[in-house]
């Protein structure tokens, strides 16, 4: 029974991961379900996430108390670094989103740029997101290695043409939403200027009183063409229902192969500078020993 126990693989941790990310991917379009389920999933996302937390509190306690210590390896620092960074952007897009929140019901008007801020860190978080699953793909290939040894010498190829389209479909969402720009709103006077406000997966919309173009989640007031322009999609809520249903295109799978192969895209490239450095690392000669060093 304690073989067959450490044998086991954490599968409840791959099932969490995988809910967060596809839950990630999701609220990146608030027109693929409702505002208010944008602006409920968001909440249940941050519990989820300090769950995912919770799980890995060990490592978390033990790195963190190693952060002065030499020996620790650099791939575990900058692990670290990512996942702080991580939970600092959710943290600041939660709270921007509740504090520009419409369908809740708390009524909160902090005056703020919270709308940039609410982009912005949520467009950070999708690539850390991205380059804290590449950070674990060993973690991954252990877990798949009874289905990846099936497929035999067929495995490594299969791999490479599944990280190839990842790194396409992730290129061309990156190039056909309105990604960068959520990415680089802070940098940009009249994006800031503008709140960001065309739209997009933002919680929020303008100041009270003002609605931005193409917010279809207000409904009536934005409804028919103005609606069609909600979004990086052709065509948004165009019929401008209440809640932002997501009539015009703005579908629950799109968003997420959208908004999943960015994170993937950023996961598979930090596999492959891995793999890069670790094979630099093999071809760099081995420096001599300070004792093995003629004192001049």
Same mark, same amino acid.
């Given at each position: 029974?304690?073989?067959?126990?450490?044998?086991?693989? %954490?599968?409840?941790?791959?099932?969490?991961?995988?809910?967060?990310?596809v839950?990630?991917?999701?609220?990146?379009?608030?027109?693929?379900?409702?505002?208010?389920?944008?602006?409920?999933?968001?909440?249940?996302?941050?519990?989820?996430?300090?769950?995912?937390?919770?799980?890995?509190?060990?490592?978390?306690v033990?790195?963190?108390?190693?952060?002065?210590?030499?020996?620790?390896?650099?791939?575990?620092?900058? &692990?670290?670094?990512v996942?702080?960074?991580?939970a600092?952007?959710?943290?600041?897009?939660?709270?921007?989103?509740?504090?520009?929140?419409?369908?809740?019901?708390?009524?909160?008007?902090?005056?703020?740029?919270?709308?940039?801020?609410?982009?912005?860190?949520?467009?950070?978080?999708?690539?850390?997101?991205?380059?804290?699953?590449?950070l674990?793909?060993?973690?991954?290939?252990?877990?798949?290695? %009874?289905?990846?040894?099936?497929?035999?010498?067929?495995?490594? =190829?299969?791999?490479?043409?599944?990280?190839?389209?990842?790194?396409? &479909?992730?290129?061309?969402?990156?190039?056909?939403?309105?990604?960068?720009?959520?990415l680089?709103?802070?940098?940009?006077?009249?994006?800031?200027?503008?709140?960001?406000?065309?739209?997009?997966?933002?919680?929020?919309?303008? =100041?009270?009183?003002?609605? %931005?173009?193409?917010?279809?989640?207000?409904?009536?007031?934005?409804?028919?063409?103005?609606?069609?322009?909600?979004?990086?999609?052709?065509?948004?809520? &165009?019929?401008?229902?209440?809640?932002?249903?997501?009539?015009?295109?703005?579908?629950?799978?799109?968003?997420?192969?959208?908004?999943?192969?960015?994170?993937?895209?950023?996961?598979?490239?930090?596999?492959?500078?891995?793999?890069?450095?670790?094979?630099?690392?093999?071809?760099?000669?081995?420096?001599?020993? %300070?004792?093995?060093?003629?004192?001049?």
């Amino acid at each position: 029974m304690s073989d067959t126990t450490g044998k086991r693989k %954490p599968y409840h941790k791959l099932i969490l991961d995988l809910v967060l990310i596809v839950l990630v991917a999701l609220l990146y379009r608030k027109q693929a379900i409702s505002l208010h389920f944008h602006e409920v999933a968001g909440l249940v996302l941050f519990g989820l996430f300090a769950i995912h937390m919770l799980f890995n509190r060990k490592w978390i306690v033990g790195v963190t108390r190693r952060l002065t210590d030499e020996k620790l390896p650099v791939k575990t620092r900058i &692990g670290w670094a990512v996942d702080a960074l991580l939970a600092v952007s959710w943290t600041l897009t939660i709270v921007s989103g509740v504090l520009m929140s419409k369908t809740l019901g708390l009524s909160l008007s902090v005056p703020g740029p919270w709308q940039v801020v609410h982009y912005t860190t949520a467009a950070l978080g999708l690539a850390l997101v991205g380059i804290h699953v590449g950070l674990h793909l060993s973690y991954l290939r252990g877990i798949f290695h %009874p289905v990846l040894s099936h497929l035999g010498r067929a495995a490594k =190829p299969v791999a490479a043409v599944c990280a190839a389209v990842i790194v396409i &479909g992730g290129l061309y969402s990156v190039a056909t939403t309105n990604y960068l720009r959520w990415l680089t709103m802070p940098f940009s006077a009249s994006e800031q200027g503008a709140q960001g406000a065309r739209g997009d997966f933002a919680v929020g919309g303008a =100041p009270d009183g003002q609605f %931005p173009q193409g917010d279809a989640a207000e409904g009536p007031r934005h409804g028919g063409k103005r609606g069609a322009r909600g979004d990086f999609a052709p065509a948004g809520d &165009g019929n401008g229902a209440r809640n932002g249903a997501g009539q015009g295109g703005a579908g629950v799978l799109p968003t997420i192969l959208s908004f999943g192969s960015i994170a993937g895209l950023f996961a598979v490239l930090t596999g492959i500078i891995e793999q890069l450095v670790r094979c630099r690392k093999k071809h760099l000669p081995e420096l001599p020993s %300070p004792d093995s060093i003629d004192q001049l």
